[in-house]
Structures are given as C-alpha cells and as structure tokens.
C-alpha cells in the first residue's frame, strides 16, 4: 500500500518539500563550515520552488546536471561541492541523496544514488 501523500498528486501550486535538511546540516558540521551558507541558500530557494519538471530546474540552475528524470546534480558554493537530490514532480518533493566535494562525487556511483 502507498502512503496517501503518492496517491494523489499535489500539483504545482504546492512548494517543493527537502528531504533531508539534516544530511546538508551534517555536511558543513563535519568539517565544511563554507558550504554552510551556499547550502542554506539552496535549501531556501529550493523549498519555494514549484517545479514540474526537470525544464525548471534547468531555466533556474543552467549549470546543474541531469541524470535522469529523476536525480539531479547541483553545483553548489561556486562549484565547490556537489549535492544530488532526487525528485517526485507529482508530489513536490525532493531527497537529498549526496551531499560532497568534487573529489567524493568522483568516487560515487551516481547511478545508483
């Protein structure tokens, strides 16, 4: 059985919900204090958005990458990290899969986040 919230879509009208606030809190408490601020931006932004589609997000974040229909690679910090999150359009919600540096995005198998 699906919980009622994917039962039936919510549609555009309703903001963008982040999973998890704590996983991007947890980052810059391990030792990334810069990422803190560019991070809480995002978040910030992110949480008013009312997107439909992976076309949003590209006319908002020209430099993102997209992997599928789903998950997303935000450069975040002027390019210093990196954050994937997946996404239920029809739901309006977002999970942050990966929160990292070039370097351990390099070493993860995005594919499989």
Not at 41 to 64: L, N, Q, T
């Amino acid at each position: 059985m699906f919980p009622f919230w994917e039962m039936v879509p919510l549609g555009p009208e309703v903001a963008l919900r982040v999973i998890s606030r704590g996983t991007l809190r947890d980052f810059w408490e391990a030792g990334h204090a810069d990422a803190k601020g560019p991070l809480q931006a995002w978040f910030a932004e992110v949480s008013r958005a009312k997107w439909r589609g992976m076309a949003d997000i590209k006319r908002r974040y020209p430099h993102c990458s997209v992997i599928d229909k789903e998950r997303v690679v935000f450069n975040i910090g002027g390019n210093h990290y990196r954050l994937v999150v997946k996404l239920w359009f029809p739901g309006q919600c977002g999970w942050v899969k990966f929160v990292g540096t070039h370097r351990e995005y390099d070493d993860l198998d995005v594919d499989a986040c």
